[in-house]
């Protein structure tokens, strides 16, 4: 095989005392041979949304680990090395240039949890691959971390469809809404906490909030009694007020200064259930109080789904307090109860057959791509490492607009920065 240029983003790990919002390109060698049992992938392009920057400012908590899946290169004209960077996971699409495993052809597009790179070298479980799928070797891992772990053959893959339109939602939406999807079957396996009916979301204009709400609303039967009908009321900033109602997703928008007093949610003889999207400590105390100031409110659950206002440079207590959640029982309503996708599909997974699952998944992602292009979300493309660096910057210092999704290729490309109204 020919010598290959790589080049990977990096970011210094916050236990380096460095800063965490740098960009480091490092440039390495791919390796001429692969050993037995490996794959060489080119990424092609990938997702980047508030959820890779959770990812980042999660990378070394204990209970998360997402700089424990891509190994940073070693590059001593920058002092970048595994023990002091990290590399934030992304979702993408590659294609295969060399396998050393039998069953994996070179030139087979697939999809996965991949590195920000032009290049990834992947260890193959040799036992672990089928026609659909095949699963990288991380045993350093919890087993329940499969999900990450599974590379899909897009060739026999129901769930895709190969237009650069299609693709393009599915490195945005499908991680945030597989997550989103999985809580609202856990929630729904206890009937909405004893049919509650009034569901509170923070971070309303989140991607994984939203798709939350569409959810839940899709489960919810139509009535002509409105007092009955589940209802989902969002909370969220005034900049990103305007945005969020008009997704059309939510029954009522609420500004976070002030919700209090909002008619909405004072409304008496309502079961609540609070789904903590932020993250946001102070934000949570507000919403606790405000339930217990009154025998009116009947909160009966609180789940933490999210951890939006996480930066990479964030020392968050929450994050760091997550814990393992077995599903066996319900906490107090006034205490988070943690939610964490690849632990409730491991206990859906001894529950359902694996038809089960993926035709549930399937009927879900159909309606998704039916439905997600009237919420106003602008696809922007960006090509070539500068442009990804640049593109990283403005992130930090700007923050990613709801409205927005990103799409990012390390290559470039004729037409950068485009902008697709989906």
């Known amino acids: 095989m020919e010598t290959l240029t790589n080049v990977t983003v990096c970011h210094p790990r916050l236990s380096s005392a460095q800063d965490p919002n740098q960009v480091f390109l490092v440039k390495s060698l791919v390796p001429t041979t692969l050993p037995t049992n490996h794959v060489l992938i080119k990424v092609d392009r990938f997702g980047y949304s508030a959820n890779n920057v959770t990812y980042q400012a999660l990378g070394e908590v204990p209970h998360f680990r ?25 979702w993408g699409f590659g294609t295969v240039v060399a396998s050393t495993h039998v069953a994996i052809q070179v030139r087979e597009r697939v999809y996965g949890y991949f590195a920000p790179t032009q290049y990834l070298v992947l260890p193959i479980s040799p036992l672990d691959v089928n026609k659909f799928a095949f699963f990288v070797s991380r045993p350093h891992l919890p087993p329940d971390r499969r999900p990450y772990n599974q590379i899909t053959s897009c060739s026999t893959d129901p769930l895709h469809d190969p237009s650069p339109e299609v693709e393009d939602l599915t490195m945005l939406y499908r991680p945030l809404f597989w997550t989103s999807f999985w809580c609202e079957d856990w929630i729904n396996s206890s009937q909405y906490r004893g049919e509650a009916t009034r569901v509170l979301i923070s971070s309303a204009s989140a991607k994984t909030a939203f798709c939350l709400a569409y959810l839940i609303r899709k489960r919810t039967p139509n009535s002509s009694d409105h007092s009955s009908v589940r209802q989902v009321i969002g909370l969220t900033s005034r900049k990103n007020l305007e945005f969020t109602k008009q997704l059309g997703l939510y029954d009522d928008v609420l500004e976070y200064d002030g919700f209090e007093t909002a008619s909405t949610i004072n409304q008496p003889s309502q079961k609540w259930i609070y789904i903590d999207v932020a993250g946001n400590e102070e934000l949570n105390i507000r919403v606790f109080t405000h339930f217990s100031s009154d025998a009116k409110f009947d909160l009966v659950g609180s789940i933490a789904l999210g951890l939006t206002n996480l930066s990479p440079s964030s020392k968050s207590a929450s994050a760091a307090n997550w814990f393992a959640n077995d599903f066996s029982s319900q906490r107090a309503p006034s205490t988070l109860e943690q939610f964490f996708m690849p632990e409730w599909l491991a206990v859906r997974k001894k529950q359902l057959s694996v038809a089960e699952i993926t035709r549930l998944q399937r009927d879900a992602w159909s309606g998704l791509m039916n439905d997600c292009r009237t919420w106003g979300v602008t696809i922007r493309r960006v090509y070539g490492v500068e442009g990804v660096k640049r593109a990283y910057d403005e992130v930090i210092q700007s923050g990613i607009p709801p409205s927005q999704g990103f799409i990012w290729s390390m290559w470039e490309d004729d037409a950068p920065n485009v902008n697709a109204r989906l």
């Open 66 to 90: 997402y700089f424990d899946f891509h190994k940073a290169p070693e590059d001593a004209g920058t002092s970048v090395s595994p023990k002091t960077h990290g590399v934030t996971p992304v």
